[in-house]
């Protein structure tokens, strides 16, 4: 998408290939989108309905840097199998990230990576690292709320906080 705009991927649906914006984007998805992931590089919103699937083999769903806010609304299922990668990587230093009852997001090294600052991560699914090794969530002076149904885990650390002191917020 050239200078942003809207897609929406049904029940039935099925997207292969990288989807990426310049503007502000939103991605409905309730179907399955496969490929190298999803680049959100100008804002936006990404809306994984229960039963979408986000595979891709070198991103999930990467944000970054940008003016724009992006949120993720996450019901299904963002994952990545292949080393070094993330289910979620957070670059941009505004936005929201909902994993909600039933969401699954996972990576090779973590499940969500986040580096920009000014992100809330909410958990009320499961977040976790697909390997041996490697944390759940990385997240630099950020805030990250996990609900009691919500289930963070990884292979060293659930939780691994970087950033200035007093910022990071769990």
Do not use: C, W
Request: net charge neutral; proline share 1%.
């Amino acid at each position: 998408l050239q200078a942003g705009g809207k897609i929406a991927n049904g029940t039935a649906g099925k997207i292969f290939g990288l989807i990426s914006s310049t503007g502000v984007m939103t991605l409905s998805n309730a179907g399955y989108i496969s490929g190298p992931g999803v680049a959100v590089k100008g804002g936006g919103l990404i809306a994984n309905a229960a039963g979408g699937t986000i595979a891709g083999y070198t991103e999930g769903v990467t944000v970054y840097q940008s003016a724009q806010t992006t949120t993720i609304n996450n019901a299904g299922t963002i994952g990545v199998l292949v080393l070094p990668s993330y289910g979620v990587e957070f670059e941009s230093d505004h936005g929201t990230i909902n994993n909600l009852a039933g969401g699954r997001i996972y990576g090779a090294n973590g499940g969500v990576k986040i580096t920009g600052a000014g992100v809330v991560l909410t958990n009320a699914g499961t977040i976790f690292n697909n390997s041996n090794f490697g944390t759940a969530v990385i997240a630099a002076a950020d805030t990250v709320v996990n609900q009691a149904s919500g289930d963070i885990r990884g292979y060293f650390d659930g939780v691994s906080l970087s950033g200035e002191i007093g910022r990071a917020h769990v």
